[in-house]
């Protein structure tokens, strides 16, 4: 897959335009929660031929300004099925990090996804992996180079878990299940710089219970 990263909003994060090379539909991943996102898709020229709205998990940052691209959007819109109570919290999630002006409308979603379900995009398969813990149902979307991780981890460090929702316990199994696809694979994370799955296993300190577990020093 073609990938444009826009680092967005209060929190920075990373949201993705993911196209395919062959026929150049596009989606995008998560949101921001400003209209920071949709201002810098109009300004692309030529414009993107814009197919889905795909989100990894449904923090206000991840998913908060869902109704501001659909606006400008009419396309489906995908959630991992476990998300949807935390997706319903969008209209008082800013109130838990003592930032009301944060609370979001939740928008319109089209179609929830579960793990192994494939989405097509043109001619690209976005296999998606559900990766729970940081959230109930925070996954990721990948093809054979490429995977987008939302907040399940980042380049030295992984999601928190002490948010309301979230699952120590569940976000360890989820690392274990996600550190077994290929390590070549590109990471782009919600937060922070690219990485690989495979440089992740060696260092990330967040990982040192995998490497125990498989011998790795
Ligand atoms: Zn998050």
């Keep these: 897959m073609q990938l444009h990263c826009f680092t967005v909003g209060l929190f920075s994060v990373n949201t993705?335009?993911?196209v395919d090379?062959?026929?150049?539909?596009?989606?995008?991943?998560?949101?921001?929660?400003?209209?920071?996102?949709?201002?810098?898709?109009?300004?692309?020229?030529?414009p993107p031929d814009i197919r889905a709205i795909l989100l990894t998990h449904a923090h206000v940052d991840h998913a908060g300004a869902l109704t501001a691209l659909q606006r400008e959007w009419e396309v489906p819109t995908y959630l991992p099925r476990l998300e949807i109570?935390?997706?319903?919290?969008?209209?008082?999630?800013?109130?838990?990090?003592?930032?009301?002006?944060?609370?979001?409308?939740c928008g319109r979603i089209d179609h929830l996804i579960d793990d192994g379900d494939e989405i097509e995009l043109g001619e690209l398969r976005l296999r998606f992996l559900s990766t729970p813990g940081h959230t109930p149902g925070q996954g990721c979307f990948y093809d054979d180079e490429d995977i987008i991780v939302g907040d399940t981890l980042f380049a030295g460090?992984?999601?928190?878990?002490?948010?309301?929702?979230?699952?120590?316990?569940?976000a360890q199994k989820s690392l274990r299940r996600l550190l077994e696809l290929p390590g070549h694979l590109r990471v782009h994370s919600g937060h922070g710089p690219v990485t690989?799955?495979?440089?992740?296993?060696?260092?990330?300190?967040?990982?040192a219970f995998l490497r125990k577990e498989r011998g790795l020093g």
């Design 21 to 46: 090379p062959a026929t150049k539909q596009a989606a995008i991943v998560d949101t921001g929660e400003s209209e920071e996102l949709v201002q810098r898709l109009r300004a692309m020229d030529p």
């Design 85 to 105: 109570p935390l997706f319903e919290s969008l209209p008082e999630q800013g109130n838990w990090f003592g930032m009301p002006q944060l609370n979001r409308p």
């Design 196 to 207: 690989t799955l495979a440089r992740e296993l060696e260092r990330n300190p967040f990982l």
């Design 157 to 170: 460090s992984v999601g928190r878990t002490d948010f309301p929702m979230s699952d120590p316990a569940l």
């Design 16 to 18: 993705y335009l993911i």
